[in-house]
């Protein structure tokens, strides 16, 4: 059963700001990458690859703990830890709303990235299923 995202923080995953991402290596480790944030109004969701650390992470253990800080007011912030699934469909579409989102330009492959890496990575949707939603005590 997923946890609600309370709507007094909706907009630090709907406006333009980066968040971390934090994964679990093999080891046990903690693993944390900068990573553009999307909400699908139900659901807080980064786009990623397989291939990279954080994608063969989720891959392996899906908990995951995404902290995202309002950089108007460094004290304000949510933090979401949950699991995630795991999501093959419509990335490259979702992939390039989000680009907008955050860049100028309209798509990633052939603007942000090249073109031909398409072809090399395995594109995944993590949608976070939040198990533990923590606000910061000043905005709660």
């Given amino acids: 059963m997923s946890v609600e995202i309370p709507a ?14 934090t994964t679990m290596m093999p080891d046990g480790q903690p693993q944390s990458s900068l990573v553009w944030v999307d909400y ?33 007011d460094t ?24 680009t907008r989102k955050y860049t100028s330009h309209p798509q990633f492959y052939g603007c942000v990235y090249p073109l031909e890496q398409r072809t090399r990575e395995t594109r995944i949707i993590c949608r976070i299923h939040p198990s533990k939603v923590t606000l910061d005590a000043i905005h709660k």
């Fill in 8 to 21: 007094s923080h909706l907009d630090l995953l709907t406006r333009p700001i980066h968040g971390v991402l």
């Fill in 75 to 98: 004290g304000r912030y949510i933090e979401i830890r949950g699991e995630v699934e795991l999501i093959r469909e419509d990335v490259i579409a979702h992939l390039d709303r989000v």
């Fill in 40 to 72: 699908d109004g139900e659901y807080v969701c980064v786009n990623t690859t397989l291939e990279r650390q954080k994608g063969k992470n989720m891959a392996k253990n899906p908990k995951v703990s995404l902290l995202v800080v309002d950089p108007e």
